[in-house]
């Protein structure tokens, strides 16, 4: 990774829904064993639901671009349970940019399923929104199989503004990143986004 590639010094810690404390920062290049192991700890479903595809694990190359990153163009939040021996990934958002629409990028959300329903995927999607506010990015794309109706849901209560199904069992989902996180929608997500910015704000 060029070495004018840094990444961002912040890190976030909270607690998920069930108490469980979390460290949420960017991810680094020495990731590739965390990330390598969450996957490991993927059920075939949750795999599909990300991948849209079968996979055993992370080839070397995948390892590679999902953490040697610019931190503008290209960034990773993750999220490790501080209650753990050897702090786990339990999951992890990314957005890649639009080489033709700078102000659009592709959004995804990983959860271990362990930890699935406890808030992670809320979580991190309020961390990276700010890193997409400072790269100026004001549109998420995502690409969510229909039947996965919790990514669905959470993407709905953060005001996504339309879906298209050009192919079956696919639905690509339209959400704005919120200029204003006191703007967010009134909903369970829309709390998180404006407590993690109000956090944010002060630290």
Same mark, same amino acid.
């Given at each position: 990774?060029?070495?004018?590639?840094?990444?961002?010094?912040?890190?976030?810690?909270?607690?998920?829904?069930?108490?469980?404390?979390?460290?949420?920062?960017?991810?680094?290049?020495?990731?590739?064993?965390?990330?390598?192991?969450?996957?490991?700890?993927?059920?075939?479903?949750?795999?599909?639901?990300?991948?849209?595809?079968?996979?055993?694990?992370?080839?070397?190359?995948?390892?590679?671009?999902?953490?040697?990153?610019?931190?503008?163009?290209?960034?990773?939040?993750?999220?490790?349970?501080?209650?753990?021996?050897?702090?786990?990934?339990?999951?992890?958002?990314?957005?890649?940019?639009?080489?033709?629409?700078?102000?659009?990028?592709?959004?995804?959300?990983?959860? &271990?399923?362990?930890?699935?329903? !406890?808030?992670?995927? =809320?979580?991190?999607?309020? +961390?990276?929104?700010?890193? @997409? #506010? *400072?790269?100026?990015?004001?549109?998420?794309?995502?690409?969510?199989?229909?039947?996965?109706?919790?990514?669905?849901?959470?993407?709905?209560?953060?005001?996504?503004?339309?879906?298209?199904?050009?192919?079956?069992?696919?639905?690509?989902?339209?959400?704005? &990143?919120?200029?204003?996180?006191? !703007?967010?929608?009134? =909903?369970?997500?829309?709390? +998180?986004?404006?407590?993690? @910015? #109000? *956090?944010?704000?002060?630290?």
């Amino acid at each position: 990774m060029p070495e004018t590639m840094h990444a961002p010094t912040h890190t976030f810690r909270t607690e998920l829904r069930d108490g469980t404390p979390v460290l949420i920062r960017p991810v680094v290049p020495d990731d590739k064993r965390l990330l390598q192991e969450g996957f490991a700890r993927l059920s075939e479903v949750s795999r599909y639901r990300r991948f849209m595809r079968a996979l055993k694990e992370l080839s070397e190359d995948q390892l590679r671009f999902f953490t040697e990153i610019d931190y503008r163009g290209h960034m990773a939040w993750i999220a490790l349970d501080l209650s753990q021996s050897g702090h786990p990934a339990v999951g992890i958002a990314r957005y890649i940019r639009y080489d033709d629409r700078p102000n659009v990028a592709e959004v995804a959300v990983t959860t &271990v399923d362990a930890y699935q329903g !406890k808030g992670v995927g =809320t979580l991190l999607l309020s +961390v990276l929104a700010q890193s @997409a #506010r *400072e790269n100026g990015i004001d549109t998420w794309i995502a690409n969510v199989l229909t039947e996965n109706t919790p990514m669905l849901k959470l993407f709905k209560d953060l005001g996504a503004r339309k879906a298209k199904f050009e192919e079956p069992g696919l639905a690509t989902v339209e959400i704005p &990143v919120p200029r204003d996180p006191k !703007k967010t929608p009134r =909903t369970a997500a829309g709390k +998180v986004f404006r407590a993690v @910015a #109000r *956090e944010v704000a002060h630290s």
